[in-house]
C-alpha cells in the first residue's frame, strides 16, 4: 500500500504541458534554466517534457533528468503515451535521474474513443493496463492518467484505474482536459474515486485541469478537500488554450488559507506548518523567469504576481494599509519574494560585490554568465543613480536567456521626430563574420529599426505582438522589450532590456531572429512520427 501524504504535492509541468502554449516553445538550454529554478523552487516532481515527441525533447530532457534530476533533487519526469515506442524513448531518457517517474496516458471519454482512438472500451482497459506494466519495467514510478476523464463514464473510469493500480501505477492522474468541470463537479469525481476504485490506497491521486471557464484553481483545491494530493500545474498558469491550473495561486492559497485545509489533510486546524514544500520565497523570481524566456507577459492584476497584486491605489485602501498591513493585504509580499530594497549598488561596485548580490538573490550564475552580466551591470549603473534588485534581475534573466549568438547588433542609430520620417540605421555581424550596414525608413522608429534589420538578415517573419514594460520607476527606467515573431506555424520570442527602449528592441528583435535561424538550421532533424500530447 502507498503511505498517504499529509501535505500536498507540487508536479511542475511548465516545461511540458506549458510549453504547448502558442509561442512558448523553449530551446534545451532555456528548458535547463527553468528547471534548476524550479528545484530551487522546491516543487516535487518536474515534467521535463515528451522525450518521443522529437530528439531535441529528448535530449532536454535527458539532459534535466542528468543536471537537475541529482540525488536529493526533485522527480524528473517524461510524458509518454500509452504506446511502446514513446515510453521506452521516456525511460532511456530519464535514465540519468535519481529519481524517475514515466507519466503514460490513453483517453476514456467515449468521444474519444470514438472519434479520436477508434477503440472500444475493451481495447483501451488492455492497453492502459499493457503499458503501465511496460512502464514499469523502465521505472519504479509510474503515473497514469485517462484523458479527459472529467467527460468519461465514472463506471468505466473506475474500471480502468483499477486495472492501471494493478498494473503498477503509483500515481493516479484524473485530467479535466477541456477545462468543462466544476468544483462541485470535480469533487465528487474525486470522491467517486475514493469510494469505489477498491485498490486506490496503493496509489496517489493527482489532478489536472486547464482553465477553459476559469475554475482550474477552485477545481484542484476542491480536489484536495476530497482526497487529491498531487497538483499538476505550471507557473504564471500557463499552458494550452487559457492555460493550466497556476502553480502560485495554488501554492499561495494553500499556505495563507492552510488552518482551513489542515483538516483535510488530518492535520490539527491551529498547525503552522506548510501543506506543502514550496519556498513561497522563490515564487516571484520563478515567475518572472518563466514570462521572459516564454515571452509570455504576466497580466498586471494576475493574482500573487501580477504587478499590482500588491498595489493600492485607492485612498481608503492606502490609508488602511499605511496603519495595518492585513486590513487590506492577506499576505506579505516578502513571502513570494518581493523585496523594497531600492539602492543596491552602483557604478562604483566591484565585481565580488555585484557577485555576491546575485547569490542573495538566488543566482547562480556560470562565470561566463557572471561576467557578462558584471559588464551590462556597469553599462546600466553609468546611466542610473539607483541600481535596484529588480534591475539586477532584468540584467540576469537577459544573459541566462541568451540564444546562439548567430547575428550580432553591432550598431542601432535613429532619426524620428513629429517633422520626420522615421529612419534608421543598423549594422550587424552575420554567421560568417561579415559586418553589414543597411538603413530604413519606418512608421516609426523601432518599425525603422525593424525593417532596417530584416533586410540585413533576409529571413521571412511577421512580428506579431511587440510589449514594452518598465523595471522600475522613475525615467531613467531599464525598459524590458519582448516580442514574438511567427515563421509558417512557429512563433519566435525575443527579450532585451536597456535604458534606451529602442536599442532594448533591436536587441530582442535580433534574439528572436536568432532563435528563428537556429531552428532553420535544424530543420532538417525528423521526428520519428507526429507526436502530439495533450491531458
Known amino acids: 500500500m ?36 524550479l528545484a530551487r523552487l522546491g516543487v516535487d516532481v518536474i515534467e521535463a517534457g515528451f522525450p518521443y515527441a522529437s530528439p531535441g525533447d529528448f535530449e532536454a530532457v535527458q539532459k534535466i533528468a542528468e543536471l537537475v534530476g541529482v540525488e536529493g533533487g526533485p522527480t524528473i519526469c517524461g510524458l509518454a503515451r500509452a504506446t511502446r515506442a514513446d515510453i521506452e524513448a521516456a525511460g532511456k531518457a530519464l535514465k540519468p535521474a535519481a529519481k524517475a517517474r514515466i507519466h503514460t496516458f490513453i483517453a476514456t471519454s467515449d468521444i474519444h474513443l470514438e472519434y479520436k482512438l477508434k477503440k472500444t472500451r475493451p481495447e483501451v482497459v488492455a492497453i492502459a493496463e499493457e503499458m503501465v506494466a511496460y512502464a514499469k519495467s523502465f521505472v519504479d514510478d509510474v503515473e497514469f492518467s485517462p484523458e479527459d476523464a472529467g467527460r468519461s463514464d465514472p463506471e468505466f473510469l473506475y474500471e480502468v484505474l483499477t486495472k492501471a493500480i494493478a498494473a503498477g501505477a503509483t500515481t493516479i492522474n484524473i485530467p479535466d482536459t477541456v477545462g468543462y468541470t466544476t468544483p462541485g463537479e470535480f469533487g465528487a469525481i474525486i470522491r467517486g474515486i475514493k469510494e469505489n476504485v477498491p485498490n486506490i490506497d496503493d496509489a496517489i491521486i493527482s489532478v489536472h485541469g486547464h482553465n477553459d471557464l476559469g475554475l482550474a484553481v477552485a477545481n484542484f483545491l476542491e480536489a484536495v478537500k476530497n482526497g487529491a494530493r498531487q497538483l499538476e500545474c505550471t507557473i504564471n498558469g500557463i499552458g494550452e488554450r487559457a492555460g493550466n491550473a497556476a502553480l502560485e495561486e495554488l501554492v499561495m492559497a494553500l499556505h495563507v488559507r492552510r488552518q482551513y485545509f489542515n483538516p483535510f489533510l488530518g492535520r490539527p486546524v491551529d498547525s503552522q506548518e506548510s501543506l506543502t514544500n514550496i519556498d513561497t520565497r522563490q515564487i516571484y523570481k520563478t515567475s518572472r523567469l518563466v514570462s521572459n524566456l516564454t515571452g509570455m507577459f504576466v497580466q498586471p492584476n494576475k493574482a500573487i504576481v501580477g504587478a499590482n497584486a500588491f498595489a493600492h491605489e485607492s485612498g ?207 530543420q532538417q532533424e525528423a521526428t520519428p512520427e507526429p507526436a502530439t500530447a495533450t491531458l
Open 2 to 37: 502507498t503511505t498517504q501524504p499529509d501535505r500536498i504535492i507540487i508536479f511542475d509541468t511548465t516545461l511540458r504541458d506549458g510549453e504547448q502554449s502558442p509561442g512558448a516553445s523553449l530551446n534545451g538550454e532555456e528548458k535547463l534554466t527553468i528547471a534548476r529554478q
Open 316 to 522: 481608503i485602501h492606502q490609508d488602511g494599509v499605511l496603519k495595518h498591513k492585513q486590513t487590506y493585504e492577506i499576505m506579505d509580499a516578502q513571502s513570494i519574494g518581493l523585496t523594497d530594497n531600492q539602492i543596491v549598488l552602483g557604478k562604483l561596485s566591484g565585481r565580488h560585490a555585484f557577485a555576491s548580490r546575485l547569490k542573495e538573490l538566488g543566482f547562480d550564475l556560470s562565470d561566463t554568465e557572471l561576467n557578462n552580466a558584471f559588464l551590462k551591470f556597469k553599462t546600466v549603473a553609468d546611466k542610473k543613480k539607483e541600481v535596484t534588485d529588480w534591475d539586477l534581475e532584468s540584467i540576469v534573466n537577459a544573459e541566462i536567456q541568451q540564444p546562439p549568438e548567430i547575428f550580432r547588433l553591432e550598431l542601432v542609430q535613429v532619426s524620428c521626430g513629429d517633422r520626420a520620417r522615421p529612419t534608421a540605421t543598423v549594422t550587424l555581424r552575420t554567421p560568417t563574420g561579415e559586418e553589414l550596414t543597411d538603413a530604413a525608413i519606418g512608421t516609426g522608429p523601432v518599425d525603422a529599426v525593424y525593417k532596417a534589420i530584416n533586410r540585413v538578415v533576409n529571413v521571412p517573419n511577421q512580428l506579431i505582438e511587440f510589449s514594452v514594460q518598465s523595471v522600475t520607476a522613475g525615467i531613467d527606467a531599464l525598459g524590458e522589450v519582448t516580442i514574438r515573431l511567427r515563421h509558417g506555424d512557429r512563433i519566435f520570442s525575443g527579450h532585451s532590456a536597456n535604458t534606451d527602449i529602442i536599442v532594448a528592441s533591436a536587441h530582442a528583435y535580433v534574439n528572436a531572429l536568432n532563435r528563428l535561424y537556429a531552428f532553420l538550421e535544424k
